[in-house]
């Protein structure tokens, strides 16, 4: 976890681990913020991994437990301004200010007890998918940056992925954050190509994309196709929390 | 005779409050022009995206200013959003926000404008109409054989959740001015319109080769509220769930 981080080696896994829950989080509260406050469209919970499987959430009181994406919105323990480059709209590219709240600080424990994680997972999933047979299926997105030292993960994510509401099945999408400096990899459709051995452990775990967001990826401009899975290799998931579907929203048109 | 509008539905997504509604409607009779008793009926549609903030109130500054200051040209809609756009940012830019509500105000608001003029009819009970549409609200005109227009002309299979929209940023604007649709057509005496917001207009959309879909709709015998029949074909799948708009124009 303190290894730099193959993409960006002035800084560690473990920052760029902390980064991706923060910005998953921030981009998924800001999804549901409307005039009057946030709305509960989603319910997260968060399982944190590093000597030993935690909630990761202050106030969260057991590892398993969702809370209302309310909750988290007003509960980050700070708020960072951030600098983030954007188009201008007309070809160039402006530096604006943007907040950046932490919900967690960057930790290098070591050991990385994934068996145990997706274990938990699972149980804090079939609880809601009990409680919301008809609902949209649990998403359960799993940042790491190494290898299981507890085990082969692959049974654990297919009891993780066998859940199901009348909606279909959960899905599961890996992250893996890497020293190795191979290309970042999105979406992929087949292991070919990946980076290590690891890589293509978490692309066979990974779920196959749902229809309805290979069809959002391709309008726009994702590289994606119908066998692609939730995979990523040193790079982000926040494009699929924009692909969560709560209603209208306007397209990236560029 | 004269055109009157019945607004029939006003329904909020299921699980939401009803103050959680973000579509809007606005109608006026007369304009600028006013020639004839009743005439020009003014109406207007529009469906606050549910992904941007603010989006209710955005929809409700664009239905207002087409009823009272209708347009048929891009160049006129221009000036008209310019207008909203003056008036949105002086009540959203009142009070202090929470971080998410700043972030989330950066990316604006989005809504979707169905505007319809219907205009005085000639000695012979011919009268026309114009409307102007961005995005997925759409207007239905039935004559007494069935389907005689449906504007804009989407198909079931193209309504999504990524319709072409009117935003309070204008370079956004920019880019999807090329999706704006201006359409006009007659009306006579038998002819009933319908104006409904996008999960309607799928389902009609759907059902539209069969006129007993515009019976179902029209000929409700009380027995049954429109908002309870529209909650059914939610749960079974036929309607998506939404929120909901349906008005009528038809003769007195």
Known sequence: MADPWGRDTQKRKCDAVADAMNRMLANLVIKCSKSEGVRDYFHVGIVGYGGNVTPALAGASSAAQLVPISSIANAPL??????????????????????????????????????????????????????????????????????????????????????????????????????????????????????????????????????????????????????????????DMVTLIRFLDIGTRASQLR | MRLQLEVLLKLQKAGNAPEDYEDAI??????????????????????????????????????????????????????????????????VGKKPLPWYAEEKLKEGSFSTLLGVQ?????????????AIALGDSCLFQIGSRGLVVQFPNIAYEDFGVTPPLVSTDPDYNSRSWVKLACKEGLWTKDDIFLLMTDALSQWATKEQPDRLVWDELLSKDGSISLGDWVDRQRSSGAVRNDDTTLAIVRQE
């Open chain 1, 78 to 235: 700070r708020i960072e301004e951030r600098a983030q480059k954007i188009p201008d709209g007309a070809g160039g590219i402006v530096e604006q200010k943007v907040k950046f709240p932490m919900w967690f600080e960057p930790a290098a424990n070591g050991g990385t007890p994934m068996c145990e994680a997706l274990r938990l997972a699972r149980q804090a999933c079939e609880g809601w998918v009990s409680e919301h047979p008809s609902s949209f299926p649990p998403t359960v997105l799993n940042i790491t940056d190494g290898e299981a030292t507890d085990g082969d993960p692959s049974p654990d994510a297919d009891q993780l992925r066998a859940l199901a509401t009348s909606d279909g099945n959960a899905l599961l999408y890996d992250a893996h954050i890497s020293s190795n400096p191979a290309t970042p990899v999105e979406y992929p459709d087949s292991e070919e190509g990946l980076a290590d051995q690891f890589a293509r452990l978490l692309f066979r775990m990974s779920s196959a994309l749902p229809a309805h967001v290979v069809n959002a990826g391709r309008q726009e401009g994702l590289p994606v196709s119908d066998a692609s899975r939730g995979f990523v290799f040193n790079a």
């Open chain 2, 26 to 91: 606005a109608w006026r009779i007369g304009g600028p022009d006013l020639s004839h008793d009743g005439y020009p009926l003014l109406v207007a549609i529009a469906d606050g995206a549910t992904e941007s903030s603010f989006s209710g109130l955005w929809a409700q500054l664009l239905v207002g200013e087409f009823v009272q200051k209708p347009f048929t040209t891009l160049e006129q809609m221009e000036r008209s959003v310019t207008r909203c756009l003056r008036l949105w940012r002086k009540i």
């Open chain 2, 118 to 130: 219907f205009l005085a009819p000639n000695p012979h009970g011919v009268g026309k109409w114009q």
